[in-house]
Every structure is written in C-alpha cells, then in structure tokens.
C-alpha cells in the first residue's frame, strides 16, 4: 500500500474553507477541492471520515454583524436550490404527462386494432361459410349432373 498523497491537515483545512465559504461540506466537495488545489482527491473512506468528523465538532458562533450577512446568504441559497427543485418538479411533471399520453394513444391504438381484428375475424367466418354453401351447392350440381349425363 502507498503513503496518501494527501495530509489529514490538508484534508481538515479543505473542510475548515467550504465550512467557512458557507458551502455545503461534502465529501464530494472536499475531493473537487483537494484536486483542483493539490491534483490529488485522496482516498474515499478517508475523507468522508473526516468530513463525519468535522460535523460532530461544535461550531463556534457567528458574531452577528456575520450572521446578518451569512443569513442573506443562506436564504439566497435556499431561494435558489429551491428555484432548482421547482425547475426539476417541471420538468418531472412535464416527462410523466409525455410519457402517459404516449401510453394512452398506444392504448388507443391497440384497442381500435382489436376491433379491426374482431371485424376482420368476422368477415373470414362469414367468406368460410359463404365457401362452405358454395362447395355443397357446386357438389349437388354436379351430382345432377352426373346423373342427368349417360
């Protein structure tokens, strides 16, 4: 096994940044950091002990001039993910119902060949029976005939 390539420092000072930026702290937000700042991820299970770490740690309080600004901030971003999910809600909504009207003309479709078939089943019975008297009437004929010729 190699040596990380990556310090615990490094890694808990990645976490202290998104912490103190207001970013959410993930574990996939700590690696974006870690590589586009050392070009290295580091290991999985590692960071995201870390980052489990971090969050059970007591925050210190914010002073309130911060907490103003911080609170503007954390609504922006609230307003905005909620912006996102409405979008995504939208267009959710908007695949379903293409998706149903697509099943019900499919639906419709497959209801108007039944009674095109059942038609059409119909008809064979009606032309078999048609065939039938037609073969008994041409075998009486020719019965007569054969009776009536020498």
Known sequence: MR???????AIRSAVRELTASGERVTGVAVRQ????RFGAR???ARIYRIVRESQRLPRPAATPRTAGRSSDESREAAIARADLAEERERVHQQRWARETDALRTRLAKAEQDAREAELARQRVAELGRALASAQARIATLEQALEQRSP
């Not at 950091?33 to 586009?36: C, H």
């Open 42 to 44: 580091g290991g999985v």
């Open 33 to 36: 950091l870690l590589a586009a």
């Open 3 to 9: 040596p990380p390539l990556l310090s615990e420092d």
